[in-house]
Structures are given as structure tokens and as C-alpha cells.
């Protein structure tokens, strides 16, 4: 029996694996060892080649049939549900794990603002100082939200490049423009 073969259902499929590769980007970002820090910072700087892997995948399975479209709809589709994984993963730590990162994030940020020493650096370090105090610093969810969005944009652009860039390498094409 045939499986369902749209963008939506290959975009869905790939995100299982794409959204635990984005949450892996996320917890090495948010611990305080400079290692998996650095891990982080490599795995972002890969998500281009990443996500043309899925898609050149998915090109290949087809007969190099795909559109350009369909390809850019994969990846944006992928985005989608990866992000949905990483904002589930993202929620669990920021409510349950380690519910204080964010003020911690926000004081240790007014902490270098005060040490750069500038008038500009020391406004901004007493602004955000007050907001912690006032309790209106970002929240778990509005920093999801945020970070969904983001992702999401992200994703769109970086899916649109490397939809193009696949169909490029296709075998067989005449990059000469003459048949």
C-alpha cells in the first residue's frame, strides 16, 4: 500500500527527527558549560546544510520529480512540526526543570550592562532591573512563543534557499541553459 506522499506528510515525517535536533539545540544553548555551548553554536551554523539533507533526501526518493514548491513546502511544513517538539521540550524545562533560568539570563545580562559602564549600557541595566523587580520580564511562554516564531521565520527563508539550491543539483540538468 502506498503511503501519502504530499509535502505536508514528508515535511511531518522528517520534523521527528528535526525537532529533536532543534531541542538538542536549545538545551545546549541554555546550560552553563561552555562545551555544549559551543555544540549549540555549531548545530545552528548547520541548520542550512541540515535541512537541504531532508530535502535533497526527499528529492532523491522522488525521481528528482519534486517542485520547488513542494520542496519549500516540505521544509516549511518540517519547521513547523519541529518547532511544535522544541516548544513542547522548551516548555517542560523552562516550567519544570529550571523554572528560574530566565530571571537568572536577565540578571546576569543586567549585570554585564553595568559592568560595559556606558550611560547608554547603565540606562538599559536600570530599565531592566525594574522590570525584574515589577515582574514584567519575559515569561515561559511568551519566550516559546517567541522562539517559535523565530524559528519558524527562519525556517521559511532557509527552506526557500535550499529548496532551490536541491533542485539545482539535480542529475541530468543542463546548467548550461541549452538543450
Not at 528535526?18 to 546550560?31: E, K, R, T
Not at 516550567?95 to 539570563?105: A, E, Q, V, Y
Not at 545580562?109 to 519575559?138: F, Y
Request: with cysteine; proline share 4%.
Amino acid at each position: 500500500m502506498n503511503k501519502p506522499s504530499t509535502p505536508y506528510f514528508r515535511g511531518a515525517r522528517a520534523a521527528l527527527a528535526f525537532g529533536p535536533y532543534l531541542s538538542v539545540i536549545f538545551l545546549s544553548l541554555v546550560m552553563q558549560l561552555p562545551l555544549l555551548q559551543d555544540i549549540g553554536s555549531i548545530l545552528i551554523l548547520t541548520l542550512p546544510v541540515t535541512t537541504a539533507i531532508f530535502l535533497r533526501r526527499s528529492f532523491r526518493a522522488s525521481g528528482y520529480r519534486y517542485s520547488f514548491s513542494e520542496l519549500w513546502v516540505e521544509g516549511i511544513t518540517m519547521y513547523l512540526f519541529a518547532c511544535a517538539i522544541c516548544g513542547l521540550v522548551t516548555m517542560v524545562y523552562l516550567k519544570l526543570i529550571d523554572p528560574g533560568i530566565l530571571m537568572r539570563l536577565s540578571q546576569d545580562l543586567i549585570d554585564q550592562l553595568r559592568q560595559a559602564g556606558t550611560p547608554e549600557h547603565l540606562q538599559m541595566a536600570r530599565m531592566l532591573s525594574n522590570a525584574a523587580k515589577e515582574g514584567v520580564l519575559i515569561n515561559a511562554t511568551s519566550f516559546v512563543v517567541s522562539m517559535f516564531w523565530l524559528t519558524m521565520a527562519i525556517g521559511s527563508l532557509t527552506s526557500m534557499i535550499m529548496a532551490a539550491l536541491v533542485r539545482i543539483g539535480r542529475p541530468g540538468r543542463d546548467l548550461s541553459g541549452v538543450r
